[in-house]
Protein backbone atom coordinates (compact mmCIF):
# COMPACT_ATOMS: atom_id res chain seq x y z
CA UNK A 1 0.00 0.00 0.00
CA UNK A 2 1.17 3.66 -0.66
CA UNK A 3 0.12 6.82 0.88
CA UNK A 4 0.20 10.09 -1.04
CA UNK A 5 0.26 13.53 0.12
CA UNK A 6 0.04 16.74 -2.49
CA UNK A 7 1.46 19.85 -1.22
CA UNK A 8 2.29 22.89 -3.90
CA UNK A 9 -1.21 24.33 -4.39
CA UNK A 10 -2.09 28.09 -3.64
CA UNK A 11 -3.82 31.41 -5.40
CA UNK A 12 -2.10 32.96 -8.46
CA UNK A 13 -3.22 35.02 -10.89
CA UNK A 14 -3.96 34.53 -14.93
CA UNK A 15 -0.66 33.33 -16.53
CA UNK A 16 1.45 32.34 -13.14
CA UNK A 17 2.74 29.32 -12.41
CA UNK A 18 2.55 26.69 -9.89
CA UNK A 19 4.14 23.36 -8.86
CA UNK A 20 2.53 20.41 -7.52
CA UNK A 21 4.85 17.67 -5.70
CA UNK A 22 2.61 14.44 -4.59
CA UNK A 23 5.21 12.37 -2.25
CA UNK A 24 4.56 8.82 -1.94
CA UNK A 25 5.34 6.46 1.42
CA UNK A 26 5.08 3.12 1.77
CA UNK A 27 6.06 1.42 -1.88
CA UNK A 28 8.54 2.74 -4.35
CA UNK A 29 6.68 4.64 -6.99
CA UNK A 30 8.99 3.20 -10.06
CA UNK A 31 6.61 0.46 -10.06
CA UNK A 32 3.03 2.50 -9.93
CA UNK A 33 1.70 4.67 -12.66
CA UNK A 34 0.84 8.05 -11.55
CA UNK A 35 -2.07 10.55 -12.42
CA UNK A 36 -3.07 13.70 -11.41
CA UNK A 37 -6.82 15.12 -11.42
CA UNK A 38 -8.89 17.66 -10.51
CA UNK A 39 -11.85 18.39 -9.16
CA UNK A 40 -14.26 21.94 -9.17
CA UNK A 41 -16.83 23.00 -6.93
CA UNK A 42 -19.83 20.91 -8.56
CA UNK A 43 -18.24 19.15 -11.17
CA UNK A 44 -16.48 15.37 -11.42
CA UNK A 45 -13.06 14.72 -11.03
CA UNK A 46 -11.13 15.33 -13.99
CA UNK A 47 -8.42 13.83 -15.50
CA UNK A 48 -5.48 16.14 -15.88
CA UNK A 49 -2.19 14.24 -16.73
CA UNK A 50 -0.78 10.74 -15.95
CA UNK A 51 2.94 9.68 -16.40
CA UNK A 52 4.19 5.72 -16.11
CA UNK A 53 6.94 5.52 -13.64
CA UNK A 54 8.18 2.23 -14.80
CA UNK A 55 8.99 4.14 -18.18
CA UNK A 56 7.94 7.56 -18.10
CA UNK A 57 5.30 7.82 -21.26
CA UNK A 58 3.17 10.37 -20.34
CA UNK A 59 -0.33 11.86 -21.32
CA UNK A 60 -2.66 14.77 -21.00
CA UNK A 61 -5.46 16.22 -21.34
CA UNK A 62 -6.06 18.24 -24.40
CA UNK A 63 -6.92 21.01 -21.73
CA UNK A 64 -3.77 21.17 -20.55
CA UNK A 65 -1.53 19.73 -23.18
CA UNK A 66 0.80 22.64 -23.95
CA UNK A 67 1.00 24.15 -20.35
CA UNK A 68 1.20 21.56 -17.33
CA UNK A 69 4.01 18.84 -17.54
CA UNK A 70 3.78 15.72 -15.13
CA UNK A 71 7.62 14.66 -14.21
CA UNK A 72 8.55 11.62 -12.06
CA UNK A 73 11.57 11.39 -9.42
CA UNK A 74 12.35 8.06 -8.12
CA UNK A 75 14.87 9.07 -6.27
CA UNK A 76 12.84 11.19 -4.44
CA UNK A 77 9.53 8.76 -4.92
CA UNK A 78 7.98 12.26 -5.40
CA UNK A 79 5.93 12.85 -8.59
CA UNK A 80 5.66 16.26 -10.31
CA UNK A 81 2.96 18.78 -12.04
CA UNK A 82 4.81 21.83 -13.37
CA UNK A 83 1.12 23.90 -14.51
CA UNK A 84 2.21 27.26 -16.82
CA UNK A 85 -0.06 29.88 -18.23
CA UNK A 86 -2.60 28.89 -15.54
CA UNK A 87 -5.93 30.34 -16.39
CA UNK A 88 -9.06 30.76 -14.06
CA UNK A 89 -10.85 27.49 -15.45
CA UNK A 90 -7.45 26.00 -13.98
CA UNK A 91 -9.37 26.12 -10.54
CA UNK A 92 -9.88 23.18 -8.32
CA UNK A 93 -8.85 20.62 -5.77
CA UNK A 94 -5.47 18.77 -7.49
CA UNK A 95 -5.46 15.36 -6.66
CA UNK A 96 -2.80 12.40 -7.00
CA UNK A 97 -3.82 8.52 -7.56
CA UNK A 98 -1.61 5.63 -7.97
CA UNK A 99 -1.99 1.91 -9.59
CA UNK A 100 -0.06 -0.92 -10.18
CA UNK A 101 -2.19 -2.12 -13.03
CA UNK A 102 -1.00 -1.50 -16.55
CA UNK A 103 -0.72 2.25 -17.97
CA UNK A 104 -3.12 1.68 -21.02
CA UNK A 105 -5.90 4.34 -22.03
CA UNK A 106 -7.95 3.64 -18.83
CA UNK A 107 -5.27 5.49 -17.16
CA UNK A 108 -7.31 8.77 -17.75
CA UNK A 109 -10.17 7.63 -15.59
CA UNK A 110 -10.26 7.96 -12.32
CA UNK A 111 -11.71 5.01 -11.40
CA UNK A 112 -8.09 2.93 -12.78
CA UNK A 113 -6.67 4.70 -9.22
CA UNK A 114 -6.64 3.05 -6.05
CA UNK A 115 -4.87 5.35 -3.60
CA UNK A 116 -5.15 8.80 -3.73
CA UNK A 117 -4.33 11.72 -1.63
CA UNK A 118 -6.56 14.09 0.51
CA UNK A 119 -5.76 16.80 -2.49
CA UNK A 120 -4.57 20.84 -2.82
CA UNK A 121 -6.29 23.77 -3.91
CA UNK A 122 -5.28 25.90 -6.73
CA UNK A 123 -6.90 29.43 -7.24
CA UNK A 124 -6.52 31.46 -10.51
CA UNK A 125 -7.27 34.78 -9.99
CA UNK A 126 -8.37 36.85 -13.44
Known amino acids: QVQLVESGGGLVQTGGSLRLSCAASGRTLSSYVMGWFRQAIGKEREFVAT????????YYSDSVRGRFTISGDNAKNTVYLQMNSLIPEDTAVYYCGATEKFYTSNSRSPRWYDYWGQGTQVTVSS
Open 51 to 58: INCRTGST
